[in-house]
């Protein structure tokens, strides 16, 4: 349709659809400005074009854009070597062999996180002039999220291998509170019927969202499936992107009692604190609600024994089968006896600070309300990609990574060069006083132990950095 005339005469023969007919219109003109400009575009590149490209010819493809699909003919370059390149790809930031715009990707990989992908089919379906399979979406959000965990791993190699510090904003705050918790999917063409997805979150404190609401100051979240030691590492990778964790003056970190989550005071050499939910609701399924409030406050006041002691005595007393469930009890609350104790009172700390326990609501918000629900299972990468997507949206950063692709075609930055005296100095430097675990109780495990040789190359002997309280080993 070329003019608004011919637009007015189609509605007469149906003007009580006039917005699809207008949509329609609107969409056609988009696409013959995107061929008109995309052809120029082609044309202004081969003129601007790298010494040693030389055309080959043309070559076609279909874009499915927000406006619908396009047509492309643009040139395919030699650069003499045995390489080929679409300058007017590279330009655009087209994937090879995607058949979505960038734009598209973001739009589908976003919609992805709130519906299962067959729905995310159909609402693209009735949304858009020409939709994405839901095949399609599903491959998209592995394009997104793969080079991710691939920069990740990479960046973990650098530092635990090679002494290179990840660039930080070099943050400083006087305590960080660090939650982890894991909550388990069902999978699908798997030998286990389950497994288990790590979720963590850091944040400065808390702030005020209403009148007597607050929510979570600064909050950074990290999600995965990994065992705990991998977790940690990637975790406190991420952190040291954000904070100067050398100078943080203290790190509490709070958990269910997992064994892998509570491995996190030993990583950051920070106070460990059992979540108070947890805690609470394990008193009451051990000892019901005649006792549970007098063994809660022996144990946030850090009087184990005393709330041990009130135990043992009730379980002498209590039938067979009521005596089991005390003493399993008794046993959860030893085991996290060092983390009992409010971490307020351990650190002398008020200043408005508030006991821990954000990580239920956000397992629901990051994870289990996408993951859980309707009767989905997964592949362990799917569901892993999934995990991996949902923290990119939390973390305000889809749209980066969706675009990621950009690098794909332009050298990759080298880091500065350093002489090893001068890296290794400042790795050992981060690691003594951000990863305390190497000489601590996992020092025997084969990452601590790689930590501990890079740290041995600036000829110093690791101990406590003297701007962390001591306390805090």
Not at 7 to 23: H, M, P, Q, S, T
Not at 313 to 325: G, H, L, T, W, Y
Request: charged share 30%; aromatic share 8%; proline share 4%.
């Amino acid at each position: 349709m070329d003019s608004i005339e011919g637009l007015a005469a189609i509605l007469k023969a149906g003007v009580g659809r006039w917005e699809e007919v207008i949509f329609r219109w609107a969409c056609d003109l988009a696409k013959a400005v995107a061929e008109h400009l995309l052809q120029k575009t082609d044309d202004d590149l081969m003129k601007s074009r790298e010494a040693g490209l030389s055309v080959e010819g043309f070559r076609e493809r279909w874009v499915t854009t927000l406006f619908g699909d396009v047509r492309i003919k643009r040139r395919l370059y030699s650069d003499g070597k045995g390489g080929s390149r679409f300058l007017l790809d590279e330009a655009m930031g087209l994937r090879k062999r995607s058949q979505a715009s960038p734009k598209v990707e973001e739009v589908a990989n976003f919609v992805s996180t709130l519906l299962p992908f067959g729905k995310c089919e159909q609402l693209l379906r009735a949304l858009l002039p020409d939709g994405l399979s839901h095949t399609t979406i599903h491959r998209l959000v592995g394009r997104t999220v793969d080079p991710l965990v691939e920069e990740e791993e990479r960046e973990l190699a650098e530092l635990f291998e090679d002494g290179v510090l990840p660039e930080s904003q070099n943050k400083v705050v006087p305590y960080l509170m660090v939650e982890a918790d894991g909550t388990y999917v069902s999978l699908q063409r798997e030998k286990e019927r389950r497994t288990e997805v790590k979720i963590g979150i850091a944040y400065e404190g808390w702030q005020g969202v209403g009148r007597g609401r607050y929510g979570l100051k600064e909050k950074t979240s990290y999600t995965g499936i990994m065992d705990g030691d991998r977790f940690w590492d990637g975790f406190s990778l991420t952190l040291a992107k954000k904070y100067n964790l050398s100078r943080v003056g203290r790190v509490i970190v709070g958990s269910d009692g997992a064994e892998w989550a509570r491995q996190g005071a030993d990583v950051f050499g920070g106070l460990y604190q059992l979540d108070r939910f947890h805690l609470l609701r394990a008193i009451y399924r051990g000892i019901g609600s005649d006792m549970a409030g007098e063994v809660y406050r022996a144990c946030t006041a850090g009087e184990v024994d005393k709330a041990d002691a009130i135990l043992r005595q009730a379980q002498e007393a209590a039938e067979p089968e009521e005596a089991e469930s005390i003493g399993q009890l008794r046993g959860y609350l030893l085991n996290n006896a060092h983390g009992l104790r409010d971490y307020r009172l351990v650190t002398g700390y008020d200043d408005g600070l508030r006991g821990l326990g954000g990580m239920e609501s956000n397992v629901d918000k990051l994870l289990a309300n996408r993951m859980k629900k309707r009767g989905m299972s997964w592949s362990k990468k799917g569901a892993n990609r999934m995990a991996r997507l949902l923290n990119l949206k939390q973390q305000g950063q889809l749209h980066l990574w969706v675009n990621h692709r950009e690098k794909q075609h332009r050298p990759q930055p080298q880091p500065p060069k350093t002489s090893p005296r001068q890296v290794t100095k400042e790795t050992g430097e981060w690691l003594e006083a951000v990863l305390p675990a190497i000489s601590g109780p996992h020092a025997d495990r084969p990452w601590a132990q790689l930590l501990k040789n890079i740290s041995r190359q600036t000829g110093k002997t690791l101990k406590h950095d003297n701007r962390i309280p001591p306390t805090r080993g």
